[in-house]
């Protein structure tokens, strides 16, 4: 049971756009502690996406945005490409735990 | 460019130690945080925790009696113990750049990963 809440799947088709939440707690999201998205394309190591609830590392295109509202976050995903399906997972700190915590991790389908 | 390589055996009996290395080229290891980060089969990823240059930790309570990190700056590589392995154990194993503020940071970037299966 993962402290960050995820959806385990989303899908969508060419060219739409998809969020995936990512729902935590009092001590974590909720107390103010920033938000980080990570893809994971198959067989592969996790990549930074976003981090501070909204920022792109160099190189990553602006279809992928992030929010952060309460103790819950989002990713979006605009004009969906085959490329993109992966699994995506959120990550934040939590006090009560001292350190990092991951969501559960969301499958992207790309239909 | 920054590369992380982890390092170490794939297979472990129940009850031996885990012992992995990584090894950072194109940054110094006296700069940032360096973090493990684990990921069973087919499931999500775990912190397990990390440490700086000075030697200074910090781990994931549900694994602080088993761990034991280290860094060699010489060399510039960071290391990861875990006593008495079982089979919960078993996982792809990350080492990563935590870019620590405060408290509270982001991973980036991330090794290729090693796969550590524990069986007997």
């Known amino acids: 049971q993962s402290v960050l809440t995820q959806p385990p799947s989303v899908s969508g088709a060419p060219g739409q756009r998809v969020t995936i939440s990512c729902t935590g707690g009092g001590s974590n999201i909720g107390a103010g502690y920033d938000v980080h998205w990570y893809q994971q394309l198959p067989g592969t190591a996790p990549k930074l996406l976003i981090y501070?609830?909204?920022n792109r590392p160099s190189g990553v295109p602006d279809r992928f945005s992030g929010s952060k509202s309460g103790t819950s976050a989002s990713l979006a995903i605009t004009g969906l490409q085959a490329e993109d399906e992966a699994d995506y997972y959120c990550?934040?700190?939590?006090?009560?735990?001292?350190?990092?915590?991951f969501g559960g991790g969301t499958k992207l389908t790309v239909l | 460019q920054v590369q992380l390589q982890e390092s170490g055996p794939g297979l472990l009996k129940p009850s031996e130690t885990l012992s992995l290395t990584c090894t950072v080229s194109?940054?110094?290891?006296?700069?940032?945080?360096w973090s493990w980060i684990r990921q069973p089969p087919g499931k999500a990823l775990e912190w397990i925790g990390y440490i700086d240059y000075s030697g200074s930790s910090n781990y994931n309570p549900s694994l602080r009696s088993r761990i034991t990190m280290s860094v060699d700056t010489s060399k510039n590589q960071f290391s990861l113990n875990l006593r008495s392995v079982t089979a919960a154990d078993t996982a792809m194993y990350f080492c990563?750049?935590?870019?620590?503020?405060?408290?509270?940071?982001?991973?980036?970037?991330w090794g290729r990963g090693t796969l550590v299966t524990v069986s007997s």
């Open positions: 194109g940054d110094t290891i006296s700069s940032y945080y």
């Open positions: 990563a750049r935590e870019n620590i503020y405060g408290v509270e940071g982001w991973f980036d970037p």
């Open positions: 501070d609830n909204y």
């Open positions: 990550q934040s700190y939590d006090s009560s735990l001292s350190g990092s915590v």
